[in-house]
């Protein structure tokens, strides 16, 4: 069973940048696309971003196009996302996760193995 433990999350002025970590255990992740959602109090959770297993396909939230990009180096076994240009609408918890059905890949709409999750906070 694969294992999620998000990590980079921090409190960033707007317009600032932070780098998430997403380090996978229990299996290569290599294996797997990897998605990342993040939820504030009161909100749906979003899907922000998925990458898939070989990194030949990406795609992103439109409220983060532009701004975020993601990536992964899989023989460190860590999916990355790159935030740019930080809105304080960014603010929430921001978790990573893998399709539940792993081969549908980043076109699952279903994933799980939910981390702990990683707090970003835009605030002035």
């Known amino acids: 069973q694969v294992q999620f433990v998000e990590s980079g999350g921090g409190l960033v002025q707007p317009g600032g940048s932070l780098r998430l970590s997403c380090a996978a255990s229990?299996?290569?992740?290599?294996?797997?696309?990897i998605g990342w959602f993040r939820q504030a109090p009161g909100k749906e959770r979003e899907r922000v971003s998925c990458i898939s297993k070989n990194a030949g396909s990406t795609d992103y939230a439109d409220s983060v196009k532009g701004r975020f990009t993601i990536s992964r180096d899989n023989r460190k076994n860590t999916v990355y996302l790159q935030m740019n240009s930080l809105k304080p609408e960014d603010t929430a918890v921001y978790y990573c996760?893998?399709?539940?059905?792993?081969?549908?890949?980043?076109?699952?709409?279903?994933?799980?193995?939910w981390g702990q999750g990683t707090q970003v906070t835009v605030s002035s």
């Open positions: 229990g299996f290569a992740l290599d294996y797997y696309a």
């Open positions: 996760a893998t399709p539940k059905r792993s081969w549908r890949g980043c076109q699952s709409p279903d994933f799980g193995s």
